[in-house]
């Protein structure tokens, strides 16, 4: 029998089989269901995406503060750090000069001395004039005692002596209070339940060592015991540990939960070079509004403060001095965020990108002509570059990434050189790989 060329039959009700043939209406219903669960597996990836991707741009600017403030807080030499610069400010160095000079000088009790120049002068039969006139010195020896005060405590406060006085004493206090908030055991100051107390241990072996030297034996019989004073106590402490304990938890791992919920949207994405494109230009509106923001708390708070209080120009000066690492990590972050954006750009197929990628392509290739004239054989290494082109990229990337993660504090400066540093390696790369194609026979 002759085999005929009409549709299959279909198979008995009930049947099923490997070899069953759809029907052309079967297959359409099949090509549209397959079509209406891409789009909505698409859809709830690109949802998924959208809500992890808003809880990262919300959070970026919160976790980049809360950084700021477990540095400051918890790390000593962090803010000794950034509390140095302040002792060679002129502002404050003059804040510091007038008011140290405005104590001095309230102590001297010029009209004592200007009363008693004048009972010397009335006894010693000095003349009426000589006499009357000796009362009205109090005015200018006041200015001269300020003008004499003010001269040698300026030139104390602008010496290298002062600097090294501020950081030190910056460096025992905050070290003191970190002891204390964290509970540790160690340092002068420190908490023992609700009560905190000044270890006078060093103090009293150092009192005991010097009053022997100078020929005080018995000093030596001082006892080690009670070496503790009770300064206060509070019951506020446990609640100022807690809050220290929470800062160090939330400095440390907001900024990683923000980089893990922008990490994840961009996987989610079906498209994963745009979501990176979308969440790059959504940190870098961030870390601008964040730059603002700064900008009105500054006006804020300088408005706030009365200049009887604080002169304008040392409010500003402190402010900017101890905001300047939470700054400098913004625009360290705005930048980051700029180069990835550019660089998720040119990796699609934009007319912009396009061209880019052939100029490089074209500069590579030239420097490779150049290289194989002047008889560079690259061999199979070249031509492992040439086959995994994309390999190499991602890795170069990848390392460059993890070395702004893993340096401390990074600057727009080292942000530079890691980018820098990355693009003459992807070019060196780049270039021994068309080295390689050039030689390759055939």
Not at 87 to 116: C, G
């Amino acid at each position: 029998m002759a085999p005929s060329n009409g549709p299959a039959p279909p198979p008995p009700e009930g049947t099923e089989g490997p070899g069953r043939v759809l029907s052309a209406a079967e297959h359409d219903e099949y090509e549209r269901l397959r079509r209406a669960a891409g789009v909505r597996h698409r859809r709830l990836r690109n949802a998924g995406a959208g809500v992890l991707l808003v809880l990262a741009l919300l959070l970026a600017p919160l976790s980049v503060v809360a950084a700021w403030v477990d540095d400051e807080v918890s790390d000593t030499g962090r803010y000794v750090q950034t509390v140095a610069p302040l002792a060679s400010e002129p502002a404050v160095q003059e804040l510091v000069t007038d008011r140290l000079t405005d104590r001095v000088v309230a102590a001297v009790d010029v009209e004592a001395v200007t009363n008693a120049l004048t009972s010397t002068l009335a006894k010693a039969g000095a003349p009426p004039g000589v006499v009357e006139a000796s009362e009205s010195l109090a005015g200018p020896l006041r200015s001269a005692v300020r003008g004499v005060v003010d001269s040698i405590i300026s030139r104390v406060i602008t010496s290298d002596a002062f600097e090294q006085a501020w950081e030190g004493a910056n460096e025992r206090a905050h070290a003191a209070v970190v002891t204390m908030l964290t509970g540790e055991r160690e340092g002068t100051l420190r908490a023992t339940g609700d009560t905190i107390e000044l270890d006078l241990g060093q103090a009293v072996d150092e009192v005991r060592q010097r009053l022997v030297a100078a020929g005080f034996d018995k000093a030596a019989a001082i006892p080690d015991t009670d070496r503790t004073v009770t300064l206060f106590e509070t019951e506020k402490l446990d609640s100022a540990q807690n809050a220290m304990r929470l800062l160090d938890i939330v400095g440390t791992w907001l900024p990683v939960l923000t980089v893990a919920l922008a990490a994840l949207a961009v996987w989610t994405a079906p498209r994963h070079r745009l979501m990176l494109l979308i969440t790059a230009v959504g940190v870098g509106v961030m870390m601008v509004l964040l730059l603002v923001a700064l900008a009105v708390v500054r006006r804020v708070y300088l408005d706030a403060v009365p200049a009887s209080t604080l002169p304008p120009g040392a409010a500003a000066v402190i402010y900017d001095t101890f905001v300047r690492f939470l700054r400098d990590s913004t625009r360290t972050l705005l930048v980051v965020a700029v180069i990835t954006a550019l660089t998720a750009y040119l990796y699609g197929p934009g007319r912009g990108a396009r061209a880019v990628r052939g100029l490089a392509r074209r500069g590579t290739g030239a420097a490779g002509r150049g290289l194989s004239a002047a008889g560079l054989r690259t061999g199979a290494a070249g031509r492992a570059l040439a086959e995994h082109r994309s390999w190499t990229t991602g890795l170069v990337i990848g390392a460059a990434a993890l070395t702004l993660v893993l340096w401390n504090h990074p600057t727009v400066g080292a942000v530079a050189l890691v980018v820098c540093v990355a693009l003459a390696v992807l070019i060196i790369l780049e270039t021994l790989a068309a080295t390689a194609t050039l030689t390759c026979p055939g």
